[in-house]
């Protein structure tokens, strides 16, 4: 029988896939400091490309988490600006002897993650097709491949306030009772990015393991998914597929809203249903997360809306001043170290909607007091953030906001350039068009240019767009948000 852990194409590099990667690291390294590129991006091994994902090999989960969280926006404008644009970054954790043979459990706290299998659960790369425990046995269980599960992102390291009290509760109460009693079903939790939903589904997935061994889950991201499909279609046994999701225990899906803007043909869509369909017919958990609430996610199925609202969805908001900090002392903790008054309140001052760059700038910090050989101090960290203000203060390129647009939208950034004409894409290329125009400081015929449209194009999308956000407050709040991040 065709087992799933077969179905995820393996990714080979063509001869010459580095080409791109070259270029990309050519152009970072010249916005970074020599010794922040040869912390970060140097131990960095490109991968390949899948679905307009750029796959990424890291040392542990610390890089995974900084390349994917600090450096995510850095990295998918340098692939467009060197004319390969993608949609998303996936890093993959590289695995340990161990692990590669299939010993390695969830690490212990405070360790290195490195990916293994767990009561079913596998990192992606590590079992090769056909190994023993890939599904080689007709009578075994199959063993799914998933992402990567950080040591860090566990329950004990996730901080509690008022805006995620409710988010957190709910994800304890699936993780705990066992695969016959969810209580809620589907548990979809969904915020802005950054606030810390997948830290919550990988914790889900970690005490979901630790409590009931043997049980077979399957974590991925909803681009991830997509290829799955892709992949079962071209080999022709969708039903195969459709059989291995119907016996899962546990579905844990991140990042949902990639599902519907990487569906062409409605197929994904198709077999995502038939998934939650059929797990929660046999009470089995599931759990996703979304940028947005789902009711704005554009191109979601309609039956899948209703699954969803069959359960429960809860959102996460933005921590406030004291819950950031509180964050940013215990990732400390994690590292070693005590960090001085007021360096905890300084950085939570400077990041009000984003955990990630929190974590991002204390990781920052740390990387230049071992550099330069001296403390941690308010004024190393003030060096740090005028580095990093300095380094935003340039207007964004026309291709950095297709890219941002893109991803908010659940599309691939040439889609935005290409032909088609429905009114999801249509909307979104008009949103990237008015945000060029307000950012860049680029010409309507520049802005034509790089479209492969026509200037007057680009005016009627630019004052629709300035009518719509009047009347339409989830668009208007969708604008903002984008022009906040590309500021």
Known sequence: ?????????????????????????????????????????????????????????????????????????????????????????????????????????????????????????????????????????????????SDSVSASFSFDSFVVGASNRFAHSAALDVSNPGVHNSPYNPLLIYGEAGLGKTHLLQAIARRFVEQNPGQTILLTRGDTFSSHVISAVRSNDLYGFRTECARLDMLLVDNIQFIAGLDRFGRVAEEFFHALTALSDRGRPIVLTSDRDPRDIPNLDGQIKSRL?????????????????????????????????????????????????????????????????????????????????????????????????????????????????????????????????????????EIGKEFRRDHSTVTYGVRRIAAARKRDLGLNKLIERLLDQLS
């Open 309 to 445: 609202e069959s359960g429960l969805a809860t959102d996460i908001g933005s921590p406030d001043w004291k819950i950031r900090t509180a964050i940013v002392r215990k990732k400390a903790a994690t590292l070693g170290l005590e960090l001085p008054d007021g360096v905890a309140e300084t950085i939570a001052s400077r990041h009000q909607n984003n955990v990630r760059r929190l974590e991002g700038t204390l990781n920052k910090l740390v990387a230049e007091s071992n550099a330069d050989r001296v403390r941690i101090s308010p004024t190393l960290l003030d060096r740090v953030l005028s580095d990093r203000a300095s380094r935003r203060s340039r207007s964004p390129s026309i291709q950095e906001v297709q890219v941002a647009v893109a991803k908010a939208f659940g599309f691939a950034p040439l889609r935005l350039v290409g032909k088609q004409r429905s009114n999801v894409l249509v909307l979104a290329r008009h949103v990237a068009m008015y945000l060029c125009r307000k950012t860049t400081g680029r010409t309507l015929v």
């Open 1 to 145: 029988m065709h087992r799933l852990s077969r179905l995820t194409t393996a990714i080979e590099a063509p001869e010459n896939a580095e080409d791109p990667w070259r270029e990309v690291l050519s152009a970072i390294r010249t916005s970074l400091s020599p010794h922040e590129f040869e912390t970060w991006f140097a131990p960095a091994r490109f991968v390949g490309t899948e679905n307009d994902v750029v796959v990424i090999r890291v040392p542990n989960a610390m890089f995974a988490n900084h390349l994917e969280g600090e450096y995510r926006d850095r990295i998918l404008s340098a692939f467009a600006a060197a004319g390969s644009p993608v949609a998303s970054i996936r890093c993959s954790v590289a695995a340990s002897p161990a692990a590669a043979r299939g010993r390695t459990a969830f690490p212990a706290e405070g360790a290195h993650a490195t990916p293994g299998i767990v009561g079913g659960l596998a990192a992606e790369d590590d079992v090769p097709t056909g190994a023993p425990g890939a599904g080689s046995s007709e009578s075994a269980r199959p063993i799914l491949r």
